[in-house]
């Protein structure tokens, strides 16, 4: 019985310091702008701390070595999570950088639903005029890219669509971040 106890209370003390995941949520749009940094809803984010409404939250992700001013989600460098004006604003490690931010708990989510859902609209509204969705997960990022392009000259998308449908389909591609819960 002192063993399960000691056990249980290791685990609760493992989980009490772990940190949540949350995700860049954006009302209207796909990118936040918050003084020298945006993000992209949908972005994973760790919360470290939280202070009344506002929450100081890291994002990692990948650098592309000639241009650290952007965080992608893949080493692809197709999804991004961030840009910033200020390129030390990132902490790059090898391939790797770590972006700290504070935002208010208006601009994230703990549910990941709720944070690609304008994505998510705008992919189903667009793309099932033709024909049924496709099944996202069973192409890469650069699949979707050549079956978008190739399907858009019906779909007659505006720049905006293209931007929401884009994200959606690197989100949520065979190797994306995002997987879909049946």
Not at 98 to 109: A, C, I, Q, R, Y
Not at 143 to 156: H, N, P, Q, R, T
Request: with cysteine; aromatic share 10%.
């Amino acid at each position: 019985m002192k063993k399960l106890l000691i056990k249980v209370l290791l685990l609760s003390a493992l989980f009490a310091n772990a940190q949540a995941v949350v995700y860049v949520y954006v009302e209207d749009g796909v990118e936040l702008h918050i003084d020298e940094v945006t993000l992209y809803s949908g972005s994973p984010m760790q919360e470290l701390s939280k202070d009344g409404d506002l929450s100081v939250l890291t994002l990692s992700g990948y650098v592309d070595k000639n241009d650290q001013s952007k965080l992608y989600a893949t080493p692809n460098f197709k999804l991004l999570l961030a840009t910033v004006k200020n390129k030390n604003l990132i902490k790059v490690s090898g391939e790797k950088g770590l972006l700290k931010v504070t935002l208010s708990e208006d601009n994230f989510t703990d549910d990941s639903e709720e944070a690609w859902e304008l994505t998510s609209e705008r992919f189903y509204e667009k793309c099932t005029q033709c024909h049924p969705a496709k099944v996202v997960e069973e192409h890469t990022m650069l699949e979707w890219e050549g079956l978008y392009g190739s399907m858009k000259e019906f779909a007659k998308p505006t720049k905006e669509d293209t931007t929401y449908i884009l994200r959606f389909l690197r989100g949520f591609a065979k190797d994306g971040i995002v997987k879909e819960v049946e």
